[in-house]
């Protein structure tokens, strides 16, 4: 591996000022209300903690001289004004609706904005395209099912699950067809993993080019997945000695299909249809859809209709013409499905900057197709110097991990980078070390080091480092 030491002169290359880049960063600039009303509300408590004793005099046993005093306190401005219990506000002093009134939750009003995006110039339609997770506002390790990225080739299936089969043929003793009753009836397991589309940071291939950490890495998400494993339904049918390869097909308007090796279909493989406790959303493909942990996201197939097994690849359109990785001699790599050890610090990023000097708690996902996240190393300069991360518990295989970090910014500008390193000793690579190797044509698995720039006025922006 190159040295992650940036070259003495290289000038880092600031994301495209489009009109696109400009919504986002101006989003950013106008800062986390919420999140300064928390601080300023700590502090105001610290300071009523220390007054509190007084709080419990009567008006009765003020004395004259306390009651002039407390007639100049109330003049004075407002910073100077004794702390005190915040007065009830109009929620504490009235009934709220009755238990019926949202028989299924939703988010409340006040988070209105935290919501899933696209980039409208992206595709040219809606139908074969993709929405990204806000990341920056995930708090755990689990993305809420209504955040968790769409990513579409024929728009989104509606599915009636009472009609909905599941095939399995070819080199099987016993094919069968099976409902969905049918395959509810089978053992269920839940595991948590993340899924990940390939081009996730694919615009970033020749430069930097949206100044939001939402369009640059919110082509991943994670959930708790319920179902049986692909292994006890390949039993039920009986796998012949030839056999070794399977085709998953989806029920969507574009039979969605990719090969995968058998080996690995027995090994980790689940056909699901829960996810986070609930039944799958139609956008992760309601009523059942395939879970291949650690890998592309295209081959785990939606609204699952058909797995047939076979001595060979079915090299169908989408793992050929697409999902292919194009190299600098003109080749292409086919069949690259490994998501490799990844990393992103989400706060702060350009849409939640620092509004202050002072100390920040740095957080952050990393993640690996190859198992478990064994360390993120933080840096505050570009890569010079790195300190070892928090790994925050659970640190699960194949699923996202939290990190964080101490940070105390002194207002100076900063190059906030996060690096991973996975449990077979893979690191993180930066984005010239990936160029090296794959140069510039890529779209898809660019899992190199990101870097946000934080300016002096606490603005933060996408860069990349010569």
């Not at 043929?169 to 067809?177: A, F, K, N, Q, Y």
């Not at 350009?350 to 996240?373: C, M, T």
Request: proline residues 7%.
């Amino acid at each position: 591996m190159a040295s992650n030491t940036r070259k003495e002169g290289s000038a880092p290359t600031r994301a495209h000022d489009g009109k696109l880049a400009r919504e986002v960063t101006e989003t950013a600039e106008s800062g986390d209300p919420g999140r300064r009303a928390v601080l300023r509300g700590g502090l105001a408590m610290a300071g009523g903690a220390l007054l509190w004793p007084a709080i419990g005099r009567t008006a009765e046993a003020a004395t004259p001289a306390a009651t002039a005093t407390s007639h100049a306190a109330a003049a004075a401005p407002a910073a100077a004004e004794p702390s005190a219990p915040p007065a009830d506000p109009d929620w504490s002093q009235s009934l709220g609706p009755g238990v019926v009134d949202r028989p299924y939750g939703k988010p409340s009003q006040f988070v209105k904005d935290v919501i899933r995006r696209n980039v409208p110039w992206l595709t040219a339609t809606t139908q074969s395209s993709v929405s990204f997770t806000p990341l920056q506002h995930q708090t755990g390790i689990l993305t809420a099912n209504g955040l968790f990225f769409e990513r579409y080739h024929a728009g989104r299936a509606s599915v009636d699950p009472a009609q909905h089969r599941l095939l399995i043929h070819g080199l099987v003793d016993r094919p069968l067809i099976l409902s969905m009753e049918d395959i509810r009836r089978f053992p269920a397991v839940s595991r948590i993993h993340f899924i990940e589309c390939p081009a996730n940071g694919g615009m970033e291939w020749r430069a930097a080019q949206l100044n939001s950490l939402q369009f640059t890495h919110g082509m991943v998400s994670c959930a708790q997945w319920t179902g049986v494993k692909l292994s006890t339904l390949l039993a039920e049918v009986g796998i012949k000695s030839k056999a070794r390869w399977v085709l998953a097909e989806g029920a969507d308007g574009a039979h969605m299909d990719r090969s995968l090796p058998l080996a690995k279909c027995l090994e980790d493989c689940l056909v699901v249809y829960g996810q986070n406790g609930e039944a799958l959303r139609p956008e992760q493909g309601f009523p059942l859809r395939l879970i291949v942990p650690g890998w592309q996201g295209n081959v785990n197939i939606k609204w699952l209709r058909r797995l047939e097994l076979g001595d060979r690849p079915w090299f169908t359109r989408e793992e050929t013409a697409k999902y292919t990785e194009l190299m600098p001699d003109g080749q292409a790599r086919a069949f690259t499905w490994a998501i490799y050890a990844k990393s992103v610090i989400t706060s702060p990023c350009p849409e939640l900057p620092p509004d202050k000097p002072g100390l920040y708690e740095v957080r952050g996902f990393a993640w690996s197709g190859n198992g478990r996240i064994r360390r993120v190393d933080v840096s505050w300069d570009g890569g010079v110097n790195w300190v070892e991360a928090r790994l925050e518990a659970p640190v699960l295989a194949k699923a996202l991990t939290r990190f964080t970090a101490e940070w105390r910014w002194d207002g100076k500008p900063a190059l906030l980078q996060s690096r991973a390193v996975d449990e077979t000793g893979y690191v993180q690579p930066t984005i010239a070390e990936l160029r090296k190797i794959r140069g510039v044509n890529p779209i898809y698995n660019n899992n190199s080091i990101q870097t946000w720039q934080v300016k002096a006025d606490g603005s933060v922006f996408d860069v990349q480092l010569g």
